[in-house]
């Protein structure tokens, strides 16, 4: 089992920045990857950025450029830097991890609201 626990949401003007954070425990060492999801209002859930255990990243190409994953192997914490942010970067954003291939976990989500 895998716990994720999320913070650093909150309310940002456009063009600001927020940094998002993740903390992993439990089973940490069977996660193959870890990412970033979000879904607005009325909207599916989708793809934000990915990072895996060898540490290959991959974005949505609605955030390319601005948003960059990380991760603190100490720390055992994966971050979201936003940057430039939009009003269509309002959304629920949940942490996510994948284990021993086929294993899904999911934090409780935390809201980033961008203001026009």
């Known amino acids: 089992q895998v716990q994720l626990v999320e913070s650093g949401g909150g309310l940002v003007q456009a063009g600001g920045s927020l940094r998002l954070s993740c903390a992993a425990s439990?089973?940490?060492?069977?996660?193959?990857?870890m990412g970033w999801y979000r879904q607005a209002p009325g909207k599916q859930r989708e793809l934000v950025a990915v990072?895996?255990?060898?540490?290959?990243?991959s974005y949505a190409d609605s955030v390319k450029g601005r948003f960059t994953i990380s991760r603190d192997n100490a720390k055992n914490t994966v971050y979201l830097q936003m940057n430039s942010l939009k009003p269509e970067d309002t959304a629920v954003y949940y942490c996510?991890?994948?284990?021993?291939?086929?294993?899904?976990?999911w934090g409780q989500g935390t809201q980033v609201t961008v203001s026009s």
């Open positions: 990072i895996t255990s060898g540490g290959s990243t």
């Open positions: 996510w991890a994948i284990a021993t291939m086929t294993d899904d976990y």
């Open positions: 439990g089973s940490i060492f069977s996660i193959n990857a």
